[in-house]
Structures are given as structure tokens and as C-alpha cells.
């Protein structure tokens, strides 16, 4: 078994990263949750098998869920157990966090999206983020950024050369 460190700084080894809410959200406060999974899902993820691009997080009745989130089973894996890949998986959080990810959502008009999916310590963590959706000049702003770097990054690797 590996001795957790007393500094608290593991390396993070992503599974999953959710690009497209960076894109559709200005994304705001984040937070760690826990995620609860059984066995088949937990070797999926080892295989490389999570997806978390159209995935939320909804508060309901003072617990906080995981929807859209899908796991593909693996067929040697889950020989015995019905799975279902996108089922509702619940988030570990403290108290406080989900009433302040409640209240925003509620009376802000923000959304609660997962942005990625990591390894902490041997358990999968899940970064839940508040965002605001983008209009869709700021989108083509954004995209008109994304080329205007890609572009420095060209010319700056051409007169290098």
C-alpha cells in the first residue's frame, strides 16, 4: 500500500477531462467531490473507458448527483452484473459545498458542470465547477483566440528555425 504524503501534493493523473464546458461556461468556483462507484466502473476507468463531456451535477434533496457521466462496461469485467453506463452516480461533498452550489444555481441562474475526472490517492475525484453559460459572440471569441494563439505559436516556432 503507498504512504499518503504529509505535504498533501500527489500528482493528479487525469482520466477524463470535459473540454467542451470550458468552451459553453465561464467557468467560475470548483470544487472536489468524491465520486461513488462500484467495481465494473472502477475498471472501466483503469481501461480508459470514462466519459464526462455531457455530464451535470444536480441537487436534489440535499445530496448532490452526477447525470450524463458514462462508463463503458468492459465485457470481461462485468460478466455477472447488469450495468448500466450512464447511470445517476452520487458526489461526496461537504454540506456547506452543496448549499453554496444550490444557492447559485438557484438564484444566480449558473449551471453546475463536471470539468474533470482524476486519481487522488487510489479514489477518482471528481472537479464539479459552477459556470455561466456563453452568448455565442463570446464563443466565436474564444475560438478567434484559440486561432490567434495557434497561430503565434506557428510563426514563433518558424523564426526559430
Given amino acids: 500500500m503507498v ?22 461556461y465561464e467557468i467560475g468556483q470548483r470544487f472536489e467531490a468524491g465520486v ?21 451535477v444536480l441537487v ?6 452526477l447525470l450524463g457521466a458514462r462508463f463503458s462496461p468492459l465485457v470481461s469485467a462485468s460478466t455477472h452484473v447488469l450495468a448500466d453506463p450512464t447511470r445517476t452516480r452520487k458526489l461526496l461533498l461537504h ?12 438564484t444566480r441562474g449558473q449551471a453546475c458542470v463536471a470539468t474533470a475526472l482524476y486519481w487522488k490517492g487510489g ?3 471528481c472537479e464539479v465547477a459552477l459556470g455561466k453559460g456563453k452568448k455565442s459572440h463570446d464563443k466565436r471569441a474564444s475560438i478567434r483566440e484559440r486561432d490567434w494563439k495557434r497561430d503565434q505559436a506557428r510563426l514563433a516556432k518558424q523564426s526559430a528555425v
Fill in 3 to 24: 504512504k499518503p504524503t504529509k505535504s498533501g501534493n500527489e500528482p493528479r493523473t487525469t482520466i477524463a477531462l470535459n473540454r467542451r464546458a470550458h468552451f459553453d
Fill in 95 to 106: 454540506a456547506s459545498e452543496i448549499s453554496r452550489i444550490f444557492a447559485a444555481v438557484q
Fill in 123 to 125: 479514489r477518482v475525484k
Fill in 60 to 65: 436534489r434533496n440535499g445530496e448532490a448527483w
Fill in 36 to 56: 461513488v462507484l462500484e467495481g465494473w466502473e472502477v475498471k472501466s476507468i483503469r481501461a480508459g473507458q470514462a466519459q464526462i463531456s455531457d455530464s451535470y
